[in-house]
């Protein structure tokens, strides 16, 4: 029973900040790369950030840089995105999943394993 579950979705003003976790169950975190996407109404499904198996490397979408940050903590099998200086346009349910491949080469398409989604809502 391969399974992701995402928490920490919420309503937030402009400028603000919230973490997303990501708690996986079933397979060992360590074997996967992680990454978060996010789809918002009337738009296409957007890749987030990925973090490779070991954290040694990580990717961002160019609208999230210098914004956001994924981690990985082997120890509570938890991947978290911490979202700082929110904007309005972040507004989406975000989703995380995994796959087996250990790097984030191809991760915008790749991934096998979803949860099935945290719902975050910035508005004034």
């Known amino acids: 029973q391969l399974q992701l579950v995402e928490s920490g979705g919420g309503l937030v003003q402009p400028g603000g900040s919230l973490r997303l976790s990501c708690a996986v169950s079933g397979f060992t975190l360590e074997n996967y790369a992680i990454g978060w996407f996010r789809k918002a109404p009337g738009k296409e499904r957007e890749g987030v950030s990925c973090?490779?198996?070991?954290?040694?490397?990580?990717s961002y979408a160019d609208s999230v840089k210098g914004r956001f940050t994924i981690s990985r903590d082997h120890a509570k099998n938890t991947v978290y995105l911490q979202m700082n200086s929110l904007k309005p346009e972040d507004t989406a349910m975000y989703y995380c999943?995994?796959?087996?491949?250990?790097?984030?080469?191809?991760?915008?398409?790749?991934?096998?394993?979803w949860g099935k989604g945290t719902l975050v809502t910035v508005s004034s």
């Open positions: 999943a995994a796959e087996r491949f250990r790097l984030c080469v191809a991760w915008r398409t790749g991934m096998n394993i």
């Open positions: 973090i490779s198996s070991n954290g040694g490397s990580r």
